[in-house]
């Protein structure tokens, strides 16, 4: 059962930007922290960003900061991330993840739901 659907994802040049979604059919949406994460070829899953549950608190990868900006709306069952001056070193699958606890985390074993991914692409 999908319950963490991405989408948004492509090709775009360096620089470009992309807005990645995140349908999430769960009941506990409201009061769950969410998060993105990221894994590129033959490397491990890295935390991207997190909004609490309340969309009040967030938190970005070093690499991102600055540059991608995470959201949400409660009503749409729904988180975005908003990416911009994207880089080539920013391909990779990106996921949606969803935790119990309505605070921000970075860490993979906190996020019990997981979506599919949705492959970015950053061409030079």
């Known amino acids: 059962q999908v319950q963490l659907v991405e989408s948004g994802g492509g090709l775009v040049q360096d620089g470009g930007s992309l807005r990645l979604s995140c349908a999430a059919s769960?009941?506990?949406?409201?009061?769950?922290?969410m998060g993105w994460f990221r894994q590129g070829p033959g490397k491990e899953r890295e935390f991207v960003a997190a909004?609490?549950?309340?969309?009040?608190?967030?938190r970005y990868a070093e690499s991102v900061k600055g540059r991608f900006s995470i959201s949400r709306d409660n009503a749409k069952r729904s988180v975005y991330l908003q990416m911009n001056s994207l880089k080539p070193e920013d391909t990779a699958v990106y996921f949606c993840?969803?935790?119990?606890?309505?605070?921000?985390?970075?860490?993979?074993?906190?996020?019990?739901?997981w979506g599919q991914g949705t492959q970015v692409t950053v061409s030079s």
């Open positions: 993840a969803a935790r119990l606890s309505r605070t921000t985390s970075n860490l993979v074993s906190d996020f019990s739901s």
């Open positions: 769960i009941p506990t949406f409201g009061t769950s922290g």
């Open positions: 909004i609490s549950s309340g969309g009040s608190a967030t």
